[in-house]
């Protein structure tokens, strides 16, 4: 027994500051990462940028349930600590573990059905051949990425963000600094181009996975939380994380699946129109990425709030979440309508002046992103708010219905029919203004503060049983 709870959220714009800055960094090393990777591939070639987007989200799509799944278990940590049972919380992020490995096994698995996968999408040949390549390479290292979430979850349910921020800065860095070594190939290293981007992302992250291994391996760790015990695999606890995790994975894969193939779609009517995609939504995953790792504040601070029984703090905690969402986003959206150029120079390359027509495209594209960011932060704070306390299965519902039902049927009928850009564009505004919607109101109706992840065990009992082993 650790007497008082020191983990109590009191749901203040200072609190839910202090634990969401550290995600927020992490997830910016991450946008940073990703927004480094596509600069220096633009300035590559233009069938590597058009590439770089579908393969990505196609392997990260295939990764999803797994991440949202294992990553669940940052949930379970969340509403341990709020209950005090200290010696469950590394217990949960095993059976994460287990199911992480699962992942990586199945998703480096698909790597050699790339070439079916690109050719059923339909851009150009050389755009295609680079997919395969990036796709091989990140699905076969997908284990990494999977098992360091995973790993992150036992320090962010806790609210010890700032490890998650060092490991993910760590990551950005040293990817950073490979893309530069292997695409073009620096300081004596071979040209590799959109090969050299994939080993870049792959082996950054195995060296925030070794670092997140030690930590979590630590004695002081080991004795506190039994992040070592005698018994790693828990059935009954690995069921609660199947049975609310799994929901949630399926949501994120679905959510990202029907992204993926609006961006495929949008793709066909040509590589300007893709690669004006890619830069528009780089610049977007600049703020969008950051605002996850808010998210990612909601939930930890509602389930202790759960684990905790203080709903009051809870409701506190999505209030000033929402304020900080809405202020960046609207930051966000003046400075997009009114330095676009400014924002994409960067991609430009200086001997390519076909390129202009893909950056004038960007730009157009970047407007209707500013139409729906102030909904887009709606949905990742009242999302999150449901989740962390429990309420997976409706998340999951919704997100079939409206990923599928006003976003990926919409689009195919666009193509169907020889639509424009624009009314691709259009699509994707309204289904985020519906998702933002329908979020905002489940949360108003309150199911989610009648739910509680873990078991209804007496503390006591618990300690006893992680002492012993059991």
Not at 163 to 174: D, G, Q, Y
Not at 356 to 362: C, K, P, R, S
Not at 414 to 434: C, D, K, N, P, Y
């Amino acid at each position: 027994m650790e007497g008082q709870n020191s983990t109590q959220p009191t749901g203040g714009i200072g609190q839910v500051l202090r634990v969401a800055f550290p995600l927020i960094m992490a997830s910016s090393g991450h946008a940073f990462r990703l927004f480094a990777d596509r600069v220096m591939l633009a300035r590559y070639s233009q069938d590597a940028i058009a590439a770089a987007m579908p393969a990505g989200l196609t392997c990260f799509c295939l990764m999803c349930f797994f991440l949202g799944t294992a990553g669940y278990a940052g949930t379970f940590v969340a509403q341990y600590a709020g209950a005090n049972q200290t010696k469950r919380t590394g217990l949960a992020v095993w059976q994460g573990i287990y199911i992480a490995l699962a992942g990586g096994l199945i998703v480096g698995m698909s790597a050699p059905a790339a070439h079916l996968i690109f050719a059923w999408m339909g851009h150009s040949e050389g755009v295609q051949e680079q997919q395969v390549i990036y796709f091989q390479v990140l699905a076969r290292l997908s284990f990494a990425p999977i098992l360091l979430a995973t790993l992150n979850s036992f320090w962010s349910g806790r609210g010890k963000t700032t490890v998650v921020m060092m490991i993910e800065l760590v990551c950005a860095a040293a990817n950073i600094l490979l893309n530069h070594m292997l695409i073009s190939g620096n300081w004596g290293c071979p040209e590799l181009g959109i090969l050299g981007a994939g080993l870049a992302t792959g082996l950054s992250t195995m060296l925030g996975l070794a670092i997140a291994l030690i930590l979590f391996f630590s004695p002081a760790n080991r004795q506190r939380y039994g992040t070592l015990p005698r018994r790693t695999l828990d059935l009954p606890l690995l069921r609660r994380l199947l049975h609310f995790g799994s929901p949630n994975g399926i949501q994120f894969a679905l959510d990202l699946m029907a992204f993926n193939l609006f961006v495929i779609l949008l793709g066909r009517l040509g590589t300007v129109e893709l690669e004006a995609a890619n830069m528009a939504f780089a610049i977007n995953a600049m703020v969008y990425l950051p605002l996850i790792g808010l998210g990612m504040t909601v939930s930890i601070l509602v389930g202790q709030g759960i684990g905790g029984q203080c709903l009051v703090a809870a409701r506190r905690t999505v209030r000033s979440a929402l304020i900080l969402a809405l202020i960046c986003n609207t930051v966000v959206a003046v400075v997009m309508l009114a330095f676009p150029r400014a924002l994409l120079v960067l991609f430009a390359r200086p001997d390519d002046p076909a390129q202009l027509q893909a950056l004038e495209t960007a730009i157009v594209y970047m407007r209707y992103i500013t139409a729906y960011l102030v909904f887009d932060g709606f949905y990742i704070v009242f999302s999150h708010a449901i989740r962390g306390a429990g309420d997976t299965r409706f998340a999951m519902w919704a997100g079939l219905s409206m990923s599928w039902g006003t976003l990926v049927l919409p689009c195919f009928i666009a193509q169907h029919t020889g639509a424009s850009g624009h009314v691709f564009w259009s699509i994707l505004v309204v289904h985020v203004l519906l998702a933002g919607s329908v979020f905002l109101a489940r949360y108003l109706a309150g199911n989610w503060m009648r739910m509680r992840v873990i078991e209804e065990v007496p503390t006591a009992e618990i300690e006893i049983q992680a002492d012993r082993g059991i």
